[in-house]
């Protein structure tokens, strides 16, 4: 994605001098460059597969990874354990690109002094930066089948779950008040096999989280355009 000479040194360049969207591949590349030269700070995680598509040139299934980059200071320290952690869920749908391409420049801004108000924070909270849809991602490069599915060849809504069509992923979260069974709601706990082969993005997501006792804020950001110019303080 680079435009040589078109951006101040660092790993992701400002929007307008990209040249495109930031592929899966880059993004991963990038936060993983950036617990390098921050391993106090970052922490990247695989927390679970994607569905996946059918890659046409290898001629096998492939899956991605479910992606967390959590950010705090000495995140290697027991307390991490103890602090509250936010959440953002970056572009659940993968053609709303604003969530994942936002996130993780947020991230670069934080460990660069950018972002001092929210840098203040990292002592006492942790942010985790999740990338929730990996399928709908990958969906733009040209060696990936989606089958029935109109492949624009251009990101999609969709992971590479099929049950009953195209699954929309915002759809497997249960919220109090409202499952439908349809959509495959997210119960790690008793989920058939079935869930396992369609929904392991979903479920591996739920089963994370409900391993901190502290999540005080889950932040979905979707599309955003242009009628929100910022993440949340």
Known sequence: FWKRGGYADGVFPDPIDARDYLSYSEAIAGVNQLESEHPNRVRNTGIGKSPGWYDKFSGVDRQWDVHLTAVTNDVGDPSFADKEKVVYSLSIHGDERAGAEGGVRLIEDVLTGDAPEVEQLLDDIVLMFLLTNPDGWVSREPWVEIGSQSHDRNFQRYTG?????????????????????????????????????????????????????????????????????????
């Open 161 to 233: 779950g099929s049950y009953g069509g195209p699954i929309d992923p915002n759809r497997q979260y249960p919220t109090i008040g409202w499952t439908n069974p349809d959509f495959l709601p997210a119960e790690p706990n008793g989920a058939p096999s079935l869930f396992q082969d369609e929904v392991p993005d979903a479920l591996s997501v739920v089963d994370h989280f409900r391993g901190y006792e502290n999540v005080a804020l889950f932040c979905d950001y979707h599309g955003m355009y242009d009628n929100a110019d910022h993440m949340m303080y």
